[in-house]
């Protein structure tokens, strides 16, 4: 099993920036790809960002240029550089991970957006 630890979340003004860090730990023999959801309230989850062991990233286009995802396979750790935040960006940040095609969800980081 994997679990995965998010932190970093926190108010930031808009135009800020904040870095996400998430943490996987438990048995991990090799995650294929760990990246970033997000759901606000009354809202659908969606994919943030994602990022493969070999680097392959992928962005929601709400987030093209603004944040970037990084990952240390040695620590099995994936981060999220936000930057130009915007109070849209509100939302709780769930990490996520795939590992021999099961999915595993961290508990969530709130980021809030607001002057």
């Known amino acids: 099993q994997v679990q995965l630890v998010e932190s970093g979340g926190r108010l930031v003004q808009p135009g800020g920036s904040l870095r996400l860090s998430c943490a996987a730990s438990g048995t991990i023999f090799a995650i294929n790809s760990m990246g970033w959801y997000r759901q606000a309230p009354g809202k659908q989850r969606e994919l943030v960002s994602a990022i493969t062991s070999r680097g392959s990233t992928n962005y929601a286009d709400s987030v093209k240029c603004r944040f970037t995802i990084s990952r240390d396979n040695a620590k099995n750790t994936v981060y999220l550089q936000m930057n130009s935040l915007k109070p849209e960006d509100t939302a709780v940040y769930y990490c996520?991970?795939?590992?021999?095609?099961?999915?595993?969800w961290g508990q969530g980081t709130q980021v809030t957006v607001s002057s």
């Open positions: 996520h991970a795939i590992q021999w095609n099961m999915d595993y």
